[in-house]
């Protein structure tokens, strides 16, 4: 069965600094998503992403994100200064059309120092 | 926005309990999915169930819309079977909101 992958599955960081999430999406899915989740917390959306352009973001997604499709495979988050209030786990997502199930990766751990 | 509760927050089974657990939500949606969080984080697909009712093995789900809940059962559980589980709506534009999900204990 295809699935959304992600990597690294663990990322250390110090503080102010960038770091790049990446994200191979189901291959023929149009629609892609970052969401994150605090320890111990719900899992919050972030930003989605369509026809090469940010779709839709949440108040959580400041100037410090972004985020690229770089080429026909990857979706990668950007944080440039990271905070120590960033640290959790991001999660992708993918789907194919509209009416249709959200597939997500196995999350990539964030922990900033 | 939208708001979506889950209950009970806690639940604690002996193996070869049955269970339910419910997600209510405050408007009507597209798009309707249980998840399984493991002990590793990861979220598991169990259903996209807008509408009706589905069965997986021991787990089934039933969504009426119209009544702005979701119920989801699982039968003989297992120790496996521990973890939170979520439920979660889309009401537009593909972005799913989430509850606050149900911690389930299976004990031996």
């Known amino acids: 069965e295809p699935e959304v992958t992600q990597t690294p599955s663990h990322q250390v960081t110090q503080m102010g600094q960038e770091v790049i999430l990446r994200c191979v999406p189901i291959s023929n899915h149009l629609y892609f998503y970052w969401y994150r989740q605090i320890l111990g917390q719900k899992v919050e959306f972030l930003v989605s992403?369509?026809?090469?352009?940010?779709?839709?973001k949440s108040e959580i997604f400041d100037d410090q994100f972004s985020v690229e499709r770089p080429d026909g495979s990857n979706f990668t988050l950007k944080i440039r200064s990271t905070k120590l209030e960033d640290s959790a786990m991001y999660f992708c997502a993918s789907i194919g059309g509209r009416q249709d199930t959200q597939y997500f990766g196995p999350g990539t751990r964030l922990t900033v120092l | 926005g939208i708001q979506v509760e889950q209950s009970p927050p806690d639940l604690i089974l002996q193996e070869g309990a049955n269970s339910t657990l419910r997600c209510n939500f405050s408007?009507?949606?597209?798009?309707l999915q249980w998840f399984h969080q493991n002990p590793w984080g990861q979220l598991i697909n169990l259903f996209y169930i807008p509408s009706g009712t589905k069965q997986n093995g021991r787990l089934s789900a039933t969504t009426v819309a119209t009544e702005r809940y979701s119920l989801l059962y699982i039968s003989s559980s297992q120790t496996t079977d521990s973890g939170v589980y979520f439920c979660?709506?889309?009401?537009?534009?593909?972005?799913?909101?989430f509850g606050a999900g149900t911690i389930l204990r299976v004990k031996s």
């Open positions: 408007d009507s949606v597209n798009n």
């Open positions: 992403f369509y026809n090469n352009e940010i779709s839709e």
């Open positions: 979660a709506v889309e009401r537009g534009g593909n972005k799913l909101v």
